[in-house]
């Protein structure tokens, strides 16, 4: 079984900070790549940011220089990640959703958290 809880989302004002958190536990298995993406309204889910076991990153152009993505994995249970999203836009607003894959045997599966609202806006 595995578990995704995320938290931190809210409202924040343009140009602001909000920090995303998210952890992940598997009772089998391992936990492989993390990350978040973030679906707005009418439009498709997309990424934002992930972050491998060994610390590799990966993020979308309009993030870059503004977010970024770190992760804690010393606990094989309980592997959490942040997303520390500064100098934020309005269309940066959108629901986030953490991923968390889980390997097992060489196979990947791909498991997400309830999402959280991040509003930016005067």
């Known amino acids: 079984q595995v578990q995704v809880v995320e938290s931190g989302g809210g409202l924040v004002q343009p140009g602001g900070s909000l920090r995303l958190s998210c952890q992940a536990s598997a009772s089998i298995g391992s936990v492989g790549v993390m990350g978040w993406y973030r679906q707005a309204p009418g439009k498709e889910r997309e990424l934002v940011a992930t972050i491998t076991r060994e610390g590799s990153t990966n993020y979308r152009d309009s993030v870059k220089g503004r977010f970024t993505i770190s992760r804690d994995s010393r606990d094989n249970a309980k592997n959490t990640v942040y997303l520390q999203m500064n100098s934020l836009k309005s269309n940066d607003t959108a629901v986030y959703y953490c991923?968390?894959?889980?390997?097992?045997?060489?196979?990947?599966?791909?498991?997400w958290g309830q999402g959280t609202q991040v509003t930016v806006s005067s």
């Open positions: 991923l968390a894959n889980v390997v097992l045997h060489s196979l990947v599966r791909s498991n």
